[in-house]
Nanobody
């Protein structure tokens, strides 16, 4: 059974930092792309960052230069370091595990339960 368990969300002031973690089990972690999505109220879920099995990273334009995705294959964990947070970063953040080493897909990802990030102005 695949499980993705996120942690690290919370309330932070604008300009602050948070680090999200996602611990995976039930999958061959090292062979999969991993990523973070977010969904704000009344918005669609959107990709924030992706890291391939080989460590290649991709970021959404709004977070480039502020967020960093990383993975520790020995700990089956993916991280999202979020710096210089803005109120518009407020959303539920979801961890995702892809079905391939290189890509994610909204329709086929494994999903975590989500963790709330709230940035106050």
């Amino acid at each position: 059974q695949v499980q993705l368990v996120e942690s690290g969300g919370g309330l932070v002031q604008a300009g602050g930092s948070l680090r999200l973690s996602c611990a995976a089990s039930g999958i061959v972690f090292s062979g999969r792309a991993m990523g973070w999505y977010r969904q704000a109220p009344e918005n669609q879920r959107e990709l924030v960052a992706l890291i391939s099995s080989g460590g290649t990273t991709i970021y959404a334009d709004p977070v480039k230069g502020r967020f960093t995705i990383s993975r520790d294959n020995a700990k089956f964990t993916v991280y999202l370091q979020m710096n210089s947070l803005k109120p518009e970063d407020t959303a539920v953040y979801y961890c995702a595990a892809g079905r391939s080493p290189y890509s994610l897909s909204m329709s086929s990802n494994y999903w975590g339960q989500g963790t709330q990030v709230t940035v106050s102005s």
